[in-house]
Nanobody
Framework: QVQLVESGGGLVQAGGSLRLSCAAS????????MGWYRQAPGKQRELVAT???????DYTDSVKGRFTLSRDNAKNTVYLQMNSLKPEDTAVYYC???????????????WGQGTLVTVSS
């Protein structure tokens, strides 16, 4: 059973920082891209940031310069460092990963359970 376990959410004041972690576990041969999405109340889920296995990152415009996504391939873990948080960053943050069980299989996408980030003004 492959799963993603997220941690690090919580309540923080505007201007503060949080660090989210997402660890993949199970019978994984390799993971390609990993990323974070978020969903605010009443809104659609949106992409926050992604990172390839080689470390190339991409961010949505609203978090550029404030969020940093990094990855530890040996631990199958990604970290989202969120600085200068704003009330509009309040959302449930979901981790996802494209993984495969063997070299001959295609990649499958898996999601974490989500972690709530609340930024107070």
């Amino acid at each position: 059973q492959v799963q993603l376990v997220e941690s690090g959410g919580g309540l923080v004041q505007a201007g503060g920082s949080l660090r989210l972690s997402c660890a993949a576990s199970g019978s994984i041969f390799s993971i390609n891209a990993m990323g974070w999405y978020r969903q605010a109340p009443g809104k659609q889920r949106e992409l926050v940031a992604t990172i390839t296995s080689g470390g190339t990152t991409d961010y949505t415009d609203s978090v550029k310069g404030r969020f940093t996504l990094s990855r530890d391939n040996a631990k199958n873990t990604v970290y989202l460092q969120m600085n200068s948080l704003k009330p509009e960053d309040t959302a449930v943050y979901y981790c996802n990963a494209d993984w495969r069980a063997t070299p001959s299989r295609g990649y499958l996408k898996i999601w974490g359970q989500g972690t709530l980030v609340t930024v107070s003004s």
